[in-house]
């Protein structure tokens, strides 16, 4: 078996008050801003990358974060719609990794929308050079909305610790999946209850799906009113063509606060 050898590492650029780079989304509402570059050009060719996002304005918002690459308006969307909640006054920060594969000499740059114009989020990536990781190409994302900047919504029911019935996310993937991220989101939800909550990914027809990722488990307290964790990074296989669900199970009943987005990134 071959060893993993990360070697090399490269973060990109840094904003103010040793944060990072600030992207905005645009003063409309649930419509992507301008891209903010990020790295003007990798220095080596990756087996992986580390993405980091944080909070930065004071507002109650669901957003869809973009990670692009290409000259300055010319991007081309690698990983689309990561989605990421908050509560006001709160800052939350998500991170995960894929084992994505970018070319040296690369342009870098993030765009973002949200369900309050002019949303603030600062966006970090690291760069990760080395060998000894399969490495994946392409993403595709399973169940973003980008009418409300959110996901596909799964509700447990009314009764607790039960699991609900399924949501769709795609109705057949476009290609062979070796790694998923999956991300939930709050629906803006302002007055949640503190509960625990087990999330399936299942793949099969509809009323015959076959759990494959089994209780993913996130807790939203009351005072903070969003999901931790919001991101779940994993190995999976999946077939390209194959139907993709969610369902999950919650300790409160509450018909608001029991209710979560979901959706995954899939890379192939």
């Not at 084992?99 to 603030?120: D, H, K, M, Y």
Request: net charge negative; charged share 10%; glycine share 8%.
């Amino acid at each position: 078996m071959t060893a993993l050898h990360a070697q090399r590492f490269e973060k990109s650029a840094l904003g103010t008050v040793s944060a990072d780079l600030t992207v905005t989304a645009n003063a409309s509402a649930n419509t992507k801003g301008t891209y903010t570059e990020l790295i003007a050009s990798t220095a080596f060719a990756t087996i992986g990358v580390l993405i980091t996002i944080k909070r930065l304005s004071s507002t109650l918002a669901d957003c869809l974060v973009d990670i692009a690459v290409g000259a300055a308006g010319s991007e081309v969307v690698l990983v689309p719609n990561i989605l990421f909640s908050s509560k006001s006054g709160l800052f939350p920060c998500g991170i995960f990794f894929v084992p994505l594969s970018v070319p040296a000499g690369t342009r870098v740059s993030a765009r973002i929308q949200a369900t309050t114009g002019s949303t603030t989020l600062t966006v970090g990536i690291h760069m990760i050079g080395g060998e000894g990781l399969p490495t994946v190409q392409r993403c595709e994302n399973w169940g973003a909305a980008t009418a409300d900047s959110g996901g596909v919504a799964v509700n447990p029911g009314a009764v607790a610790d039960t699991k609900g019935v399924y949501s769709e996310l795609i109705a057949a993937s476009a290609f062979a999946v070796s790694w998923i991220v999956v991300c939930i989101g709050n629906l803006i939800n302002g007055t949640e209850t503190t509960a625990n909550y087990q999330l399936d990914i299942a793949i099969g027809a509809a009323a015959a799906e076959q759990v494959l990722v089994p209780n993913l488990h996130f807790i939203v307290d009351a005072a903070f009113d969003f999901g931790f964790p919001q991101f779940f990074a994993l190995p999976c296989s999946i077939p390209a063509g194959t139907r993709v669900a969610a369902r999950s199970q919650s300790s409160t009943t509450d018909a608001t606060d029991r209710v979560k987005d979901v959706s995954v990134l899939a890379f192939g």
